[in-house]
């Protein structure tokens, strides 16, 4: 940070953009983002294993091609690569060409078959892998003034707010889409355009196959009255202070980022249409073979921990196919269990 930027008010995206990602930003700390809070990926292997699940069925859906590509964007330290790798068949991890893409340095000792990049490769045919990436996407803040006029919030480093100038153009268009603020004084809003313009961007490196991007996410009509903005450090929730100390995080509009054939589901229901599902093993397998027991009722912890309710399994998943088809006529073919409809008790 410079010192003509010291004290300088910006808009909630340069700050936070400058505090995540500029030298010396958070995303550039040598613990990588698990240092601050736990995701899907470090919940539990089954999430890795529910990935590499979802790869072979888009291998499926593709026709098994020679080269398959899976892409895990905002790879972190490269856990999730990792434990996809690790977790697909031998005969279809040997045609898996894995990348890793983070602005961070690449991590010593990291599996020599996962290429690290800066920004996702173009031609992408498999998958791609946004798990809490969007999230991380620097928007501004909209805050209602005395008037009930929608205003950009200006922060300082020190997270100091004050109002500035109203929203025009494609940023105000964006608001009474898709978040309508009712004239109130001191309500606000996340301006996810950049997202929409972020996640239309990593589509595009898909030329067949499927992106999927992984977040806690709300939809119109249920936004919530005072925005999601807020910040972690050292795994505990803190205020958003843009000095690059903290994580900086919102919620996302998945809804809004979606393009054509895309769909918006709960991680619950992904995980379930993908074999995870949290159930007790059968108790008497205590009694037959215990340490399968002990180990089927870890497994089932885990599974419930990622599918729990006001937990992980509210996280929104948002799929997005690219030259494969986007409702399949039969929940039987390789993708249609994540395609077609859920039935409603699946959202629950």
């Known amino acids: 940070m410079t010192e003509e930027t010291a004290g300088a008010w910006r808009g909630w995206r340069a700050a936070a953009e400058s505090a995540l990602y500029g030298p010396g930003g958070f995303y550039h700390r040598p613990e ?17 294993e529910a990935v590499a699940r979802l790869l072979s069925r888009v291998d499926e859906a593709l026709g098994r091609p020679a080269t398959l590509d899976f892409v895990d964007m905002a790879a972190g330290r490269g856990e999730l690569v990792t434990g996809v790798l690790a977790a697909l068949p031998a005969d ?3 045609r898996t060409r894995a990348y890793a893409v983070e602005i961070a ?5 990291l599996d020599h078959r996962i290429e690290w990049l800066a920004e996702p490769p173009r031609g992408i045919t498999g998958l791609l892998f946004a798990n809490e990436w969007l999230d991380n996407v620097p ?7 005395s008037a009930g006029v929608a205003r950009r919030v200006l922060v300082r480093p020190d997270g100091t ?4 100038e109203p929203f025009s153009g494609a940023e105000a268009q964006w608001l009474a889409r898709w978040w309508p603020l009712p004239a109130e004084e001191g309500l606000r809003a996340e301006v996810g355009l950049p997202r929409d313009e972020a996640w239309a961007g990593v589509v595009a ?3 067949r196959g499927l992106a999927v991007a992984v977040d806690y996410a709300h939809a119109v009509g249920a936004r919530p009255l005072f925005g999601t903005l807020t910040g972690f450090r050292a795994g505990r929730e803190t205020a958003p202070v843009p000095d690059g100390s903290c994580d900086i995080t919102a919620h996302v509009a998945l809804d809004a ?7 918006v589901l709960t991680q619950r229901a992904a995980l379930h249409a993908l074999g995870i599902a949290g159930a007790r093993p059968p108790l008497a397998l205590a009694s037959t073979q215990p340490a399968a027991y002990v180990r089927a009722l870890a497994s089932a912890g885990e599974a419930a921990e990622l599918t729990a309710p006001g937990g992980l399994g509210d996280f929104g998943w948002l799929l997005q196919p690219v030259g494969i088809p986007a409702a399949p006529d039969s929940p039987d073919t390789p993708l249609g269990a994540l395609l077609v409809d859920v039935p409603d008790h699946e959202e629950q």
């Open 161 to 164: 707010e004050r109002l500035g």
């Open 257 to 263: 980022c979606a393009l054509p054939g895309g769909r």
């Open 32 to 48: 990588g983002p698990a240092g601050h809070f736990r995701t899907s990926v470090h919940a539990s292997p089954l999430f890795a």
């Open 139 to 145: 928007v501004e803040i909209a805050e209602t003034d």
């Open 205 to 207: 490196t898909v030329e």
């Open 92 to 94: 279809l991890a040997a």
């Open 105 to 109: 340095d690449r991590p010593a000792g």
